[in-house]
């Protein structure tokens, strides 16, 4: 559907990812017809939920910071498993990482917008 959303051909989707030409032909009718119900949300409601995200990604990196400092106690990392330690820890910095690069690309398009 992304590549349809792309303007890529139904033929070329098909050919190009290995899918039945019918598939692609109904996906293609299913996002046209979603088209017109995706609610728009007002810009009151953007302002709003922009504010949150970013007081949510203060909020993330000050608790990776107490966390990494928290860590870095020996005594307390050899008390743990490593694997739910470094699933902790690599899950956070995973969402903080895509939360930075939704931030940055958000202040990307307003620049040049």
Known sequence: MA?????????????EHGIPKTTVQ?????MRGMVGRVPTVPT???EQIQELLVDLLIAKLESLIALSEHSGDKKWLQS?????VAMLLGVSDDKVMRMLEKFEDNGTESKTA
């Not at 109904?26 to 299913?30: A, C, Q, S």
């Open 80 to 84: 743990q498993d490593a694997s739910a």
């Open 3 to 15: 590549a349809l959303m792309d303007g890529q051909s139904i033929r070329a989707v098909s050919r």
């Open 26 to 30: 109904h996906w293609g009718e299913e």
């Open 44 to 46: 009151a409601k953007k």
